[in-house]
């Protein structure tokens, strides 16, 4: 079995093929001056900050110089000897190496050939005399941005190459009919919600989605609502002008227009409140939002991709969300499996936490016994990927020996009583196992919704609104101790 590098600590994982980082100095720079005497000044004082220089005093040297060397950025002055020009020799050799700085100098300043020499891609615009410590300064800035352009290229290809289907670890056929969706979703711009229970990689395939599409090159936006309350949610989708309301001390752009011609998540989109999914609505029918304290709308253009572990439908039914929004952003429906649908995976998934914990611990070598593997292909996965890689962490934290034994992994695993096994509970829906899960780890951590969010791995505010809905207060304090030892059918009949 192929061993896969760390993805995400959530979710689906995967593997990624390193790439090699940006090259960092000596930057190359060419100084095209007909001047004599001015060309080797700026050339000296360009070697005296450790750059390779080269010289060119004519537009048909630089291009010589260009064609056979890899030149970072070039000092050209406006007016070269024989007519040539500089704002063209520019152009030509930006229109080879698109990330070339360019410096332009003048003897003869105007506002014509300094908004020329910017529209041909100028970094900057320079006019003699100048003093050596503002030419120095004006080439490290533009070299740093040039690392930053570089800097930015690099990260994107990584995320292209991290967020690869191919890379997602499975092969359970519950898995590749997943993969096969989101290829033909990546291609298009519609609408996308992804549907599944806590833990089973809904942020990890909508990056997948992004990082495919089109759009890669632009951002890619994660938006938890459930974690925000709805004022302030409001005021980070939409944004807010100054003085909006107290504390508005400066214009802030929203989350939607940040996003422009990339995507936006809405994770968790089940838990946005009705009065807000209204002004949402409305923004992504119109594809223009007003911020918070202004009359006049802002456009974006986005690609909208929703995350919910809720039926949305059942939702609807029952007023919690609006039908117009669920028609608006579920064109497309991709339901992630549940890890115990895709049992195939789970010595996959394990092996590649395995691997990741291994590096960062220190260790080598590691690999779980047959019954330790026997164990976690057999137990249900309530909290899918997230529970198994947290498991797997564990295990490899507290082993003894190199083999990772049954009795190195949490007693949970094998408890019946804790977790029903496959096949059992069937009949129930995903809102109802969701209540049962969040009954039981509360039973289990004695009530402490602190250490009951972190085991369920959602933020503390969203534990406090499921406990609310599916009226869990007491359970694992005073009278509910009673409860939880019941036996199942008499606390069904209760609630």
């Known amino acids: 079995m192929n061993e896969a590098e760390p993805l995400k600590p959530e979710s689906l994982a995967g593997h990624e093929r390193p790439e090699p980082a940006p090259q960092r100095g000596p930057y190359r720079v060419l100084v095209v001056e007909d001047e004599d005497l001015m060309r080797s000044i700026i050339a000296q004082l360009l070697r005296s900050e450790g750059y390779t220089v080269f010289e060119a005093h004519a537009a048909a040297i630089a291009r010589g110089i260009f064609e056979r060397e890899k030149i970072d950025l070039a000092i050209i002055d406006v007016n070269l000897g024989g007519g040539g020009s500089g704002l063209d020799?520019?152009?030509?050799?930006?229109?080879?190496?698109?990330?070339?700085?360019?410096?332009?100098?003048?003897?003869?300043?105007?506002?014509?050939?300094?908004?020329?020499?910017?529209?041909?891609?100028?970094?900057?615009?320079?006019?003699?005399?100048?003093?050596?410590?503002?030419?120095?300064?004006?080439?490290?800035?533009?070299?740093?941005?040039?690392?930053?352009?570089?800097?930015?290229?690099?990260?994107?290809?990584?995320?292209?190459?991290?967020?690869?289907?191919?890379?997602?670890?499975?092969?359970?056929?519950?898995?590749?009919?997943?993969?096969?969706?989101?290829?033909k979703v990546a291609r298009t711009d519609s609408s996308v919600l992804i549907t599944g229970e806590s833990g089973t990689g809904k942020e990890l395939a909508a990056r997948a989605i992004h990082f495919t599409s089109e759009r890669a090159n632009a951002r890619f936006l994660p938006i938890n609502c459930g974690a925000l309350p709805e004022n302030l949610l409001e005021s980070e989708l939409f944004g807010y002008k100054r003085g909006a309301f107290t504390g508005a001390s400066q214009d802030k752009v929203g989350l939607l227009k940040a996003a422009d011609k990339g995507s936006v998540l809405f994770d968790e989109i089940g838990e946005m409140p009705l009065a807000l999914q209204v002004k949402l609505l409305r923004a992504l029918q119109e594809r223009e939002c007003y911020p918070l304290g202004s009359n006049d709308p802002v456009r974006f253009d986005v690609r909208v991709i929703c995350a919910t572990n809720r039926n949305l439908e059942r939702e609807v039914k029952e007023g919690r969300f609006r039908e117009e929004l669920l028609y608006r952003i579920n064109v497309i429906t991709i339901a992630l499996p549940p890890l115990r649908e895709r049992r195939d995976d789970i010595p996959l998934l394990a092996s590649h936490f395995l691997r990741k914990y291994e590096k960062q611990l220190g260790r080598s070598a590691l690999r779980f016994s047959k019954g330790a593997m026997r164990v976690m292909v057999g137990y249900a996965w309530p909290g899918n990927v997230r529970e198994l890689e947290n498991t797997v962490e564990r295990a490899a934290i507290l082993a003894e020996t190199d083999v990772l034994h049954a009795h190195d992994l949490p007693d949970k695993l094998s408890d019946k009583s804790v977790t029903p096994p496959a096949g059992e509970g069937s009949g129930m829906t995903l809102?109802?196992?969701?209540?049962e899960h969040i009954r039981r780890v509360l039973s289990r951590v004695q009530g402490d919704k602190v250490r009951a969010?972190?085991?369920?791995?959602?933020?503390?505010?969203?534990?406090?609104r499921k406990v609310q809905r599916y009226r869990l207060e007491n359970v694992g304090v005073?009278?509910?101790?009673?409860?939880?030892?019941?036996?199942?059918?008499?606390?069904?009949?209760?609630e």
């Open 89 to 183: 020799l520019l152009s030509r050799v930006r229109a080879l190496d698109s990330e070339l700085m360019g410096i332009i100098v003048t003897a003869y300043p105007s506002v014509e050939s300094a908004v020329h020499a910017l529209h041909e891609g100028a970094y900057d615009y320079i006019t003699k005399p100048f003093a050596n410590d503002h030419l120095k300064a004006v080439v490290r800035n533009a070299l740093a941005q040039k690392a930053l352009f570089q800097e930015n290229r690099f990260l994107r290809r990584e995320l292209r190459e991290k967020y690869r289907f191919e890379n997602i670890i499975g092969k359970s056929d519950a898995i590749e009919q997943v993969f096969r969706i989101m290829e």
């Open 478 to 494: 005073g009278e509910d101790a009673a409860q939880s030892a019941a036996p199942q059918g008499a606390r069904a009949g209760r």
């Open 453 to 464: 969010a972190q085991v369920l791995g959602i933020h503390l505010s969203t534990l406090y």
């Open 431 to 435: 809102e109802e196992l969701e209540r």
